[in-house]
């Protein structure tokens, strides 16, 4: 059964929290799929990622070979690369969870749309078959919400 957690985001953007949740994907020995809506929007990701201070190998399907990336950064929700973690990030979602071990579902609190998307995807992965949880940015950390 997947672990899915929600993150609303509302202090810090996209490009902030993605990295340190990558970090701990790659220490834990996993691999990431971070799956976008748009390939414009994952390159500007991808760019992001390079400029972090820590290093996180990635890459898109302009880089070729997935097995080889340890974060595939992708529209499409297969993961090519070996993926037990998917990061669904600019409102994208996607019926395929089954596959995976973890599921971070990462939206900006910020914009109404976006809310009024998560909680939609909330509400079709709350049947009881999946492992749910809520976390909210508070000024420090996150805090699990119930």
Known sequence: MAEIGFYHLSRSTLPQVLPPLLM????AGQRALVLGTSS?????????????????????VADGDPDLQPIWLSTTPEPLNGARYLFLVD?????????FDRVFDLFDGTKEDALLAARLRWKAVTDGEYA??????TERSW????
């Open 24 to 27: 701990r994907t790659l220490a």
């Open 40 to 60: 414009i929007g994952l390159n500007a990701l991808s760019t992001a990622l390079w400029e972090q201070p820590a290093w996180l190998p990635h890459g898109t």
């Open 91 to 99: 409102g994208a979602g996607t019926d395929r969870l089954s596959g």
């Open 132 to 137: 749910v949880t809520y976390w909210q940015q």
């Open 143 to 146: 805090q699990r919400k119930r």
